[in-house]
């Protein structure tokens, strides 16, 4: 039986809300569903969780859910006539004092009045994720006069950014405040906060979910230039997290798309390293907003992002808003699999050659090491309450499934990110300890995961309901009595 280890992430919107379209993008394979913050109502999300969920457990699968706040992003005001068309060469301002909805075809209203500090003559501007791109050629007390250098057409509320990143707004708004709370609210698995600067942002983004009571790991979006100016910077970001996100939209204006492959390597390698998960994002399957059929350069891409070890790859306008969001799950899914078949994807060398820090850490390690040098080894069972163990297990590159056995709801769903890790319902505190390594390896029997005369590894530690306890691995032969 083949599973597919890389996991898809899927951004609900009008064309992915209806209970038919959800339940076919969830039988096509959906691991995480995401609420986008920065469109809807408080209400839709609170319809699409449940709807979610009881679609999910419907179909006995695990989808975790993941809310994205809105952050930071720095928009022009509006315009009197919604849209302008600027040609090379125009002049343009952008200024703190003009009228809000009255933006004109030489200037336009801007809500961010640190924009004048932050910017210098030379600087060039980004709108519309860089659609049109502008030089700053004159600076006044509340206005930046700027030449346009690509033009093209600009309408009300289009984002900013700088090239080469370094536009100060703080990471989170009154909105993101609020959306926190609605994430605690619905009991969110995951929760990804836009635009971090550094650690103490997403130090600020734990307490805020901590008062709301929310238990949510928190996904840093990794899409400012400061944040991968430095190894400093990019691992301090990481650690601050529970998981990130490569968000190539905004990170590829502001450090330009030459650069962006070679940062979501490294960004990739460096989570995985620090035993954080990883989601690889945007624009993967752009052309199936409008086509059935992915373009050969997007089919590279996701399979690209599979070679990098990314834990998922996710979909945005592409499911929210596309003509074919089902096809493009779908296709996500062939791709991923297609491309796990590569070989270099199922042996590790990582880590080779660094010292364990933690008892769990090291048995975790030693069971993937055993799983891809012992031939007959098909799966690897690992007790875990918080998802910790599967977790560091999974940043191991392997072709052995992981099944993380848990009691609890929210662990269910929130393994459903990590690469090669599956779900199964389990109480180890329900089963009789001598009973135990039987029963376990009687739910991956049900599921067909393996036969008698395979081998299966399980960790666990000596008391159940203790996250960082597990102290031991065994290895297990299906079919004979388990004791
Ligand atoms: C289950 C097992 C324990 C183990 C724990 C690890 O509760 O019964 O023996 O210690 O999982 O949980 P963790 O959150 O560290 O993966
Ligand atoms: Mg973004």
Known sequence: MTFRRTKIVATLGPASSSPERLEQLILAGLDV???????????????????????????????????????????????ADKRIELAVGDRFRFSVTHPRDAGTQEVV??????????????????????RVVMRVEEKTADEL????????????????NRRGGGLTAPALTAKDKADIKLAAELELDYLAVSFPRDAADMQ?????????????WLVAKIERAEAVADDEALDGLIRASDAVMVARGDLGVEIGDAELVGIQK????????????????????????HSPMP?????????????DSTDAVMLSAES??????????????????GAERYPANTRSKHRMGEQFKRCDESIALAAMYTANHFPGVKA?????????????MSRIRSSVPIFAYSPHRETQARVALFRGVYTVPFDPAAVPPEKLNQAAVDELLKLGAVEPGDWVILTKGDSYNTTGGTNGMKILHVGEPLV
């Open 145 to 160: 006069h700027c030449v346009v250098l690509i033009g093209g057409p600009l309408s009300d509320h289009k984002g900013i």
């Open 380 to 392: 690897i069972i690992s007790l875990t309450e918080s998802g910790y163990t599967p977790l560091i």
């Open 266 to 289: 490294k960004i990739i390698q460096h989570a995985r390293r620090l035993n954080k998960a990883v989601i690889t994002a945007t624009q993967m399957m752009e052309s199936m907003i």
């Open 295 to 307: 373009t050969r350069a997007e089919v590279s891409d996701v399979a690209n992002a599979v070679l």
């Open 109 to 130: 209203g801007i809500d961010y009045p640190d924009l004048i500090k932050d910017c210098s003559v030379g600087d060039e501007l980004l709108l519309d994720d860089g």
């Open 320 to 337: 929210a808003a596309g003509e074919y969001p089902v096809e493009a799950v779908q296709a996500m899914a062939r791709i991923c699999l």
């Open 33 to 79: 569903a995401r609420l986008n913050f920065s469109h809807g109502t408080p209400d839709e999300h609170r319809a699409r969780a449940r709807l979610v969920r009881e679609l999910a457990a419907k179909h006995g699968r695990f989808v975790a859910l993941l809310g994205d706040l809105q952050g930071p992003k720095i928009r022009i005001a509006k315009f």
């Open 204 to 216: 600020l983004a734990r307490r805020l979910r901590d008062e709301a009571g929310g238990t949510a």
